[in-house]
């Protein structure tokens, strides 16, 4: 059974920094597609970044230069440094993981979830 575990999340004024960990219990972390996803109240849960096995990376169009995905397999820990926070940044942030050597922007895609953790950006 595979298991994500997110943390980090918590308040910020906007114009700061958070950074999220999602560490994974499972043998194959290196060889897996990662990614990350938030969900605002009353909205769909979107794309934010991901990364696959060879570091290669996708970000959506709404956080590219603020956010910063990145793994350390030897870890088994996946990241997401978010700087010049926003209001509409505020959402419970999820991590994502799957098989396959490509970089996925679907939640359909993706096989394993974390539970969440709360981003909240105030003005």
């Known amino acids: 059974q595979v298991q994500l575990v997110e943390s980090g999340g918590g308040l910020v004024q906007a114009g700061g920094s958070l950074r999220l960990s999602c560490t994974a219990s499972v043998r194959t972390f290196s060889h897996s597609a990662l990614g990350w996803f938030r969900q605002a109240p009353g909205k769909e849960r979107g794309f934010v970044a991901a990364?696959?096995?060879?570091?290669?990376?996708g970000y959506a169009e709404s956080v590219k230069g603020r956010f910063t995905v990145s793994r350390d397999n030897a870890k088994n820990t996946l990241y997401l440094q978010m700087n010049s926070l926003k209001p509409e940044d505020t959402a419970v942030y999820y991590c994502a993981a799957r098989g396959g050597q490509y970089s996925y922007t679907l939640p359909d895609e993706y096989k394993f979830w974390g539970q969440g953790t709360q981003v909240t950006v105030s003005s």
């Open positions: 990364i696959n096995w060879d570091a290669t990376t």
